[in-house]
Each structure stands twice: as structure tokens, then as C-alpha cells.
């Protein structure tokens, strides 16, 4: 097994236990996320314990406090304040929202509620409903009792100054001081004793009680939290080594993997590692390499092609369809200097495939067409077919004479394995000025007509078209 698909296997088992111990700490957070909420529960009871307690205990002072400013003043309104306080308590009035806080130390002054009334509940309900032990239950439900016992002492003193209202001025004085009597003596601070006693063991229960729950849900919390730390720490590991694994599986990083992916084939394309690395950016750069070596090999052949499609094969000239683009090339602007096109035909080839053979026409041919590449005054130099060829001549020339020249040093005994062979040639002439020219059809027929009148005026000669000789 290479060391590459050794990695790739590590790679695939740390990505399995990665995925599991990505499950594992899936659940161990909503289980910390849990135990948090239960912790913060048990915080909210022991909050809400308290306040029903503390409302218990506020609503007997505020009694205490409305009764004896009403006996000692006679004013009506804290009568009325001591009995909306019963009725509050009692679920008979709407309670005000967030009454566990300041409220009537607020109201009695100008008799202005500082906050607005909510849903109608009795405090015996609400403490039944935050799910007290029955022993803490018991407490404040004897705390209640004794301070509805209690009311029933606080009314009666309230009644008595009441009917002091009716009564002569001494009368009155003495009703008014028994009433206040009654709620500042020993049996009144008895009973207020007896409500703050079950109260103050509710306290004791509920915070024994509140306070195992919290230590216990916070107890929960941090054994999770280490749970879940550890499970992270584990995962991050985990990480790091598929980081590492994937690092040698890739062969560098996803990012340099990236790059070499998108400038594959680019003449600048970045290093890449040795290519006998067993990894995937090693497999990029070989397959770079064959990817470079295919496209070097296809624009030869590309080329091969291009040039066997241009190019006479026997003679290395430009064949007709090339020395068609290049005249078109040559008409496309009207050209700025006068020029010709000479077309040569042979005389007398056909004896020398006879008698000599093929292959030695073939070699007359190539030494014909390396002569034509070589004059000067020659732009392209092309083979039509068989023994003949065309020029494509441009600038200021005696192009007649040029022509002649060309006859004459074509027209010489050669020597092709060891026979001394020797042909003429016969060369039409069509001749431009500069500006505009005919189409490339007509510049052909042209030429290719005046080589017919070279043949027809006795062979080795030279002729020029003339239009009006050939209306």
C-alpha cells in the first residue's frame, strides 16, 4: 500500500471520529445548555420563594401601617389602603404589576398607583403554584392565618374610631385611645410575632432546600462544562490532524492546491512539488506535464496540417490555395506600387518523365521551384499542378524583361543523373498599376491567357496580356 493511500485511509477514519465526536459534542452542549437553564430554574424558584415570603411579610407590615396612621389620624384614606391591601392579597383586586417592590410607600402621600394593575391573584394561590414543600407550605399558610387572625384585631380597632366619629368629644377621646391601644400593646406585637415566626422558618426550610438545588444544578453544570471542554479539545484535535493528513494527501495546502488548479496549463503556472510525489498536487503537476506535452504535440501536428494545406508537398512551394490567400491578402487595399503576375508552364516536361522516369521529373521540378524562390523580384512563389507555376511580382521593374531574364536561366541544360536535360518555358504576363485591380479570378485568367499566347506564339517566350488583342 503507497503512502498515499495510507493517508487517505488515516484521512477517512479521522474524518469518521471527527463526524462522531462532532455528534458527542452536539449533545454534550445542549446538555451544558440544559443543566445551565436547570441551574438558572433553581436560581429563579429560590428568587420567587423569597418574594412570595417577603410579600407575606410586607403585606402584615403595610396592614400594621395603615391601621395605626388611620387610628391616629381618622384619615379615610388609609382605611381604604388597608382594605385594598386585603383585597389584593386576597385575589379580590387586580394585582399591581411588579408589586413585590415599592408600592405603597408611593401611594399614600397623593394617592397615586405608580404602576398599572395586572391579572387578579391571591397570594395563597401563587405560593401554591411555586410548588413549596409541605412543610414550607405549612409555614407560610400559618403565617397567613395568623396574620388574617391579626386583620380582625386591626378592624375592630378601625371600627371603634369609626364610631368615635359619632360620639361626644370626650367619648371619642377615649374610644380613639383604646383603638390605639389595640394595635401598639403586647398582644398586638404577640401576634404580630406569631405571623414572623412561621415566616422566618420558611426561610430556614426554603433556604436549605433552594440551596441543595442550586449547589446540586451548579454541581451538574461544571462536570458538563468539563464534559464539553474536553469534547472540544478532542475535536480541535481531531482537526488538526485531518489538517495534517490533508496537508500530505494534498501535497500542500487547499489554497496553493486552489491556485494550481486554476492556472493549469499557464506558461507562468507556479512550482509545483517533485513529481514523484505520491500526492494529489504531485498528480496535478504530472498531469500538467502530459496536458503540456499533448498541446506541444497537437499545435505540431496544427501546424503540419496548416502547412500541408498551403504548401505544395513535392516542391516546398505555396500551392494554389495559399497563392490564392496571398493575392487576396495582396488586393484587399488597393496596392501603392505597381506589380505583376507571371504564369510559367513548361515545355517539353513530359519527354523527360518519359525518358528519364518519374523521380528524375520530380527532381527537375524541386531545382525549377528553388530557382523561383530565389528571384528577387518574387513577393510568392507558387505551383499550380504538374509543370506549372506562378509568380506574384511587385515593384518598379521592366517586368517583360525580368520575365525574359528568368526564360533564359530556366531555359539552361541541366544535369539529373548523369543526362544532360534541358526544357523551356513559356511565361504569361499580367501586368498593374498601382491603385485599384481586378479580383483575384481575373488576375488568374488574365495571366493564364497571355501564357497561352506564349505557347501559341512558338513556346520560350514571353507575352503580356494585352486586353484589346484578346476582345
Not at 426550610?205 to 478532542?234: D, K, N, P, Y
Amino acid at each position: 500500500m503507497s503512502a498515499a493511500q495510507k493517508n487517505l485511509d488515516r484521512l477517512q477514519w479521522l474524518f469518521i471520529c471527527t463526524l462522531l465526536l462532532f455528534v458527542v459534542f452536539t449533545a454534550t452542549f445542549a446538555l451544558y445548555v440544559f443543566t445551565e437553564w436547570r441551574l438558572d430554574q433553581a436560581n429563579e424558584r429560590r428568587y420567587q420563594s423569597y418574594l412570595l415570603a417577603d410579600e407575606l411579610r410586607q403585606s402584615s407590615d403595610d396592614l400594621t401601617r395603615m391601621v395605626r396612621s388611620y387610628v391616629a389620624t381618622g384619615n379615610p384614606k388609609y382605611r381604604q389602603y388597608f382594605f385594598d391591601i386585603i383585597a389584593i392579597r386576597d385575589g379580590a383586586a387586580r394585582r399591581p404589576l411588579h408589586y413585590n417592590q415599592i408600592y405603597w410607600d408611593l401611594v399614600y402621600p397623593r394617592n397615586d398607583r405608580p404602576k398599572p394593575a395586572g391579572e387578579k391573584a391571591s397570594l395563597i394561590s401563587l405560593m401554591q403554584a411555586a410548588h413549596f414543600s409541605s412543610q414550607e407550605f405549612a409555614r407560610l399558610a400559618d403565617a397567613k392565618r395568623q396574620s388574617d387572625s391579626l386583620v380582625r384585631i386591626e378592624l375592630a380597632a378601625m371600627d371603634m374610631v369609626a364610631r368615635s366619629d359619632t360620639l361626644p368629644p370626650s367619648q371619642a377621646a377615649k374610644l380613639r385611645s383604646q383603638a390605639l391601644l389595640m394595635v401598639n400593646d403586647e398582644s398586638y406585637m404577640r401576634h404580630k410575632a406569631r405571623i414572623m415566626r412561621p415566616i422566618d422558618e420558611f426561610y430556614q426550610l426554603i433556604e436549605q432546600r433552594t440551596l441543595f438545588e442550586v449547589q446540586q444544578a451548579a454541581m451538574q453544570a461544571r462536570l458538563v462544562r468539563f464534559a464539553f471542554l474536553l469534547v472540544t479539545a478532542g475535536l480541535c484535535l481531531l482537526l488538526l490532524r485531518m489538517r495534517t493528513y490533508s496537508r500530505d494527501v494534498l501535497g500542500g495546502s487547499l489554497r496553493q492546491l486552489y491556485r494550481y488548479i486554476v492556472h493549469i496549463g499557464d506558461a507562468q503556472q507556479q512550482a509545483a512539488p517533485a513529481a514523484e510525489d505520491d500526492t494529489i498536487l504531485a498528480w496535478l503537476a504530472r498531469t500538467d506535464t502530459r496536458l503540456r506535452d499533448l498541446a506541444q504535440q497537437q499545435n505540431l501536428v496544427r501546424q503540419q496540417l496548416a502547412n500541408q494545406a498551403h504548401t505544395d508537398a513535392l516542391t516546398g512551394l505555396a500551392n494554389r490555395r495559399a497563392l490564392i490567400a496571398s493575392l487576396q491578402a495582396w488586393l484587399q487595399e488597393p496596392p501603392s506600387q505597381p506589380w505583376a503576375l507571371a504564369y510559367l508552364d513548361l515545355d517539353g516536361f513530359k519527354p523527360v518523365n518519359d525518358d528519364y522516369g518519374h523521380a528524375a521529373g520530380d527532381a527537375l521540378l524541386q531545382r525549377i521551384a528553388r530557382q523561383l524562390q530565389q528571384w528577387p523580384a518574387a513577393q510568392c512563389a507558387a505551383r499550380m499542378g504538374g509543370d506549372e507555376f506562378v509568380l506574384l511580382l511587385v515593384g518598379e521593374h521592366d517586368y517583360t524583361r525580368a520575365m525574359q531574364q528568368l526564360a533564359a536561366q530556366l531555359g539552361k541544360v541541366q544535369q539529373l543523373d548523369g543526362h544532360a536535360v534541358q526544357v523551356s518555358v513559356s511565361i504569361g504576363l499580367a501586368c498593374f498599376t498601382p491603385g485599384s485591380a481586378p479580383g483575384v479570378d481575373e488576375v488568374l485568367r488574365q495571366a493564364d491567357r497571355a501564357m497561352y499566347q506564349a505557347k501559341a506564339a512558338g513556346k520560350r517566350t514571353v507575352c503580356v496580356y494585352q486586353p484589346a488583342a484578346n476582345a
